[in-house]
């Protein structure tokens, strides 16, 4: 993300400070008190600085939470080990992120595309290269890389941060016991699946609901890359 730096504040106090502790501190005060809290004048007193000191490392409140969702992208980069086929090493990478956007989900409407920033540059890469691995078609890498990327943060947004919005309100199983209740009270003739799934609403595991897709496009790949004869 391009940027343009402010001037050094005087007494080299901006030299104490990186911008990685910078946004360290801002990924504490974001899981404490979530976006709307996070302020400038809060996270200097965190750090024991002036705002002007921040300024010199990142150039606003957008910025720094962009990298501080980045780092926690990377801090979930450093978990899967090497597997003994790219089919599941992608899988343990695509759980991988999600936990740690769970854990921090604040960041999962901020870990987007095109990638841009250098761990969401890493993943997009770790997943390309590993797709590269599964016999699929050359010409289909990078469709087929962009799909499970646009999978693993869109479909992690989607789950996580409507959760965290709730959250503010009501508890997530309050806001979920009540639109099953509205699902409940329409007519089954017009809407005759979703009538019949209050009660998966009301208990679904949001995990169990990510690698249920996960699973299915990981067999779609393997599918494409290893095709079994017709008969």
Known sequence: MPRTRGRAPAGGRADALSQEIVTGAAITLLDEHGERGLTFRLLAERLNTGPGALYWHVANKDELVALAADQVLG????????????????????????????????????VTAPATLPNTLRLLDRIGTLVTRTGLPAKRHFAVSTAIFNYITGVSAQIIAPALAVG???????????????WERLDPADYPFLTRTTADLRDHDDRDQFTTGLDLLLDGLNTSADPRPTE
């Open 75 to 110: 801090h979930a980069l450093a978990a899967p080990g090497p597997a003994a086929d790219a089919g599941t090493e992608l899988r343990a990478l695509a759980i991988a992120v999600f936990d740690a956007l769970d854990r921090h989900p604040w960041a999962a409407s901020h």
């Open 168 to 182: 503010a309100t009501t508890s997530r199983d309050a806001f979920l016991a009540q639109a099953a209740e509205h």
